[in-house]
């Protein structure tokens, strides 16, 4: 896998986290943790 498909498939996985987490705090909590 190149680089850039990398970064394509992590910003792919944070959208979808973002997206998964309905519940602001715990959106905060999650990004804080990364």
């Known amino acids: ?3 850039s ?3 394509k498939a992590q910003e792919l996985v944070h959208i979808y986290e973002y997206y ?5 705090a715990e959106r905060r909590f999650l990004y ?3």
């Open 20 to 24: 998964r987490t309905q519940n602001s």
């Open 1 to 3: 896998m190149t680089g």
């Open 5 to 7: 498909s990398w970064c």
């Open 32 to 34: 804080k943790h990364n």
